[in-house]
């Protein structure tokens, strides 16, 4: 590796172990080497001698991906981002953050905040996962219902492609109506196109004050008519469900007892405008009205930011809290309207086709995604699981596909669903995509074996 010889590189096993992997674990790590670019410069000299060596790269950000797409399995270099963190500019008139990709979501939230602004996209992991790679990934949260994705934010990015160019896409306009929008090509393409080293995201004012309700549900079926109830009521930015057995998962990490009747099957946390605690009397005529009509059994409101942070802890914590178990995740969406058949549907597919395995459900229901979770049997190789979970998923893709909904709403593709890509693309899609990566990645260099 001569060539490159001033980049820093790490070989050793720990950190090919660490590096080399997302959060899915069902693909052993095995990458040739780490590098640590601390430009885009060093990022464009990486690329170049990757073709000329014919080494393949893997992008990498935060690494807290549930797709396998930031793996790294045969024997690739993984160029990991971390090193170029940077701020660049903070524009308080549009406004705007422009940052290097390694720089931790959390991080560009906590500097957007000290200057009374706001990045209003989040999710648990926003202090892991970096800009860069919630880019490639187009990241979605908690609070999409209000705010939608990414995609709606990034304003510009610098990316090196699979050539070895730079291209400086949209450069932190508003409006830029001239041709083709090559930036929205980048968002969500999970590095196979090209390696996003730096982006500005518009910024907002921040907004009011929220507060929380959780809520104990009696049904599937009373979620989406309570959705609908709570929506008229309040100015509602989350509405996010999680099933009982999530709070045993919960709890037991946490060493603390849940905050409403355990006996209900499924809850939600509820988040809302409520500058001053002004809406507290709206929010809690609201719940009189689901709890009359039978739809919820129990229920609790916030009364500080404080406590607003306990009741998120009991649906953001369940990803971290069912890692040990090796889940086999289903990430879908269909349109909200659709909702209701689609998950009474999936419920009785589910109970039919998994009856021996433990089912773990939550999800940004608001926004149509659902997260069905199936947790490893303890005595079952990771192997085994697996490869079940892959013989299983075509009825629920199939199901998937008869509800015109999305197979990956917000995980991407990766490994673990590339396979699955025509449950939501036809052909000709499918085509057009191998076309474009072609063009921006002419020998392959970047990210191989993933979403295609």
Request: net charge negative; aromatic share 8%; charged share 25%.
């Amino acid at each position: 590796m001569a060539a490159i010889d001033h980049i820093e590189l790490l070989t050793d096993a720990e950190s090919l172990a660490h590096y080399g992997r997302d959060w899915t674990r069902f693909w052993a790590p095995r990458p040739e080497a780490i590098a640590f670019p601390k430009s885009t410069a060093e990022v464009v000299e990486l690329v170049h001698w990757a073709r000329q060596t014919g080494r393949r790269l893997v992008p990498s950000g935060g690494r807290t991906g549930l797709s396998g797409g930031a793996v790294a399995t045969e024997g690739e270099v993984v160029v990991t981002l971390e090193k170029m963190r940077a701020l660049i500019e903070i524009d308080p008139v549009e406004p705007s953050l422009t940052a290097e990709a390694g720089m931790p979501v959390g991080e560009l939230q906590r500097l957007a905040a000290d200057r009374g602004l706001y990045y209003p996209v989040d999710w648990a992991a926003a202090d892991s996962s970096q800009l860069g790679g919630s880019i490639a990934t187009n990241a979605g949260g908690i609070r999409v219902l209000r705010y939608g994705m990414t995609r709606d934010w990034v304003r510009g990015v610098t990316v090196v492609t699979g050539a070895g160019e730079v291209l400086e896409l949209n450069r932190g306009l508003v409006k830029n109506n001239t041709g083709l929008d090559l930036r929205q090509l980048m968002i969500g393409s999970e590095g196979v196109l090209g390696i996003v080293t730096a982006a500005t995201v518009g910024l907002i004012p921040r907004p009011p004050e929220q507060s929380v309700l959780l809520l104990g549900f009696t049904g599937l079926e009373a979620l989406m008519p309570a959705f609908a109830e709570l929506r008229a009521g309040l100015a509602l930015s989350a509405f996010e469900f999680f099933d009982r057995r999530s709070i045993d998962f919960v709890a037991a990490q946490a060493g603390e007892s849940f905050p409403l009747d355990d006996g209900c099957p499924f809850y939600a946390v509820v988040e809302f405008d409520d500058p001053g605690q002004t809406r507290q009397d709206d929010a809690l005529a609201v719940f009189e009205s689901l709890l009359d009509s039978g739809k919820v059994a129990d229920g609790t409101i916030s009364q500080s930011g404080s406590q607003a942070a306990e009741l998120w802890r009991w649906r953001e914590a369940i990803s971290e809290a069912i890692s040990e178990r090796t889940p086999y995740k289903n990430d879908l969406s269909v349109r909200v309207s659709r909702v209701p058949g689609f998950l009474s549907a999936l419920d009785e597919l589910v109970g039919r086709h998994y009856p021996d395995f433990e089912v773990i459900w939550f999800g940004h229901i608001g926004d149509g995604n659902l997260h069905m979770n199936v947790l490893k049997p303890e005595h079952w190789s990771v192997e085994d699981f697996h490869a079940a979970g892959r013989g299983l998923s075509p009825d629920v893709f199939e199901l998937v596909r008869k509800f015109e909904g999305s197979v990956s709403a917000e995980h991407g593709v990766g490994l673990l669903k590339r396979d699955d890509l025509h449950y939501s693309r036809s052909k000709s899609e499918i085509e057009l995509i191998r076309a474009i990566k072609s063009a921006f990645d002419p020998d392959g260099v970047l990210n191989p074996g993933k979403m295609l």
